[in-house]
């Protein structure tokens, strides 16, 4: 028994040679709140979109492409369901990135740990949207298409574009990614093309998004921005030097939310 453990004391050592350290640190109070507080954000929206009342025949006939912003009038009466079926290619393309991390023999060790990651990065994105769409009010550009039948302008999911929940989602699961190889390769001279990577993905999606007729160009572009965030945000998150970040649920009076908070 005494020369096994020696033994095993001496090849345990070399075996670990063979592993490369997480660039991440975990913490299950942190990681519970985020996740916790991400589904029951989530969980409030989604019920709150599911009792948003419908367009009616006043409010859409008062409509007008000629009071839309200007970076978004352009696509008022845009239709397409071709183009609207064709960005789920991209965004389960997106959304499947980070599986590559479970073939990877760096970071196939670490799948726990950076599972849990994902899902507060497009938590933290999908918690933004809900909210956003169960309480702003804004028609879809389809609903300015002369071409569109009256009961399709008036359902209830027509009043959901702002924002744009896809490329949102899309954006989160590819910068993650990229943030994550970063991470741990700083040294790699493939960061560029996996940036470039991560950036076109996501905006695949908003092309056909906005080309379909589902959101405005400005819906695409704030999804776009809260899903590369998040995606981004949590990766630093966990990382060991920045344990003066901390990101946490927060209920007040009247709200609900989630707080950042860097010390320096």
Do not use: C
Request: glycine letters at 8%.
């Amino acid at each position: 028994m005494k020369k096994i453990a020696l033994l095993f004391a001496l090849v345990l050592p070399y075996s670990l040679l063979g592993q490369k350290e997480s660039p991440y640190t975990t913490d299950f109070l942190t990681d519970a709140s985020l996740i916790g507080g991400a589904t029951v954000i989530n969980t409030w929206g989604l019920l709150v979109i599911k009792d948003k009342k419908p367009l009616t025949e006043e409010k859409l006939s008062a409509l007008n492409a000629e009071d839309i912003w200007f970076v978004d009038r352009w696509s008022a009466g845009n239709y397409d369901e071709k183009a609207s079926s064709a960005s789920d290619i991209p965004l389960y393309t997106s959304i499947a990135v980070p599986l590559i991390f479970a073939l990877n023999k760096d970071t196939r060790q670490h799948m726990g740990q950076l599972s849990i990651m994902y899902v507060e990065a497009v938590g933290l994105s999908l918690a933004t949207f809900t909210v956003s769409s169960g309480f702003i009010e804004k028609s879809r550009p389809k609903v300015y298409n002369p071409n569109l039948s009256l009961d399709e302008k008036l359902e209830s999911n027509n009043q959901r574009s702002f924002f744009s929940g896809h490329v949102a989602a899309a954006a989160a699961s590819t910068f993650f990614a990229a943030q994550v190889y970063a991470d741990f390769y700083p040294n790699s001279k493939a960061k560029p093309y996996i940036w470039a990577g991560a950036a076109l993905l996501p905006a695949a999606v908003g092309y056909y998004r906005v080309k379909g007729g589902n959101h405005f160009l400005s819906d695409a572009i704030v999804g776009y921005v809260i899903g590369a965030t998040s995606g981004i945000l949590i990766p630093r998150l966990h990382r060991r030097k920045d344990s003066n970040l901390k990101i946490a649920p927060e209920v007040g009076f009247g709200y609900q939310g989630i707080g950042i908070q860097y010390t320096f």
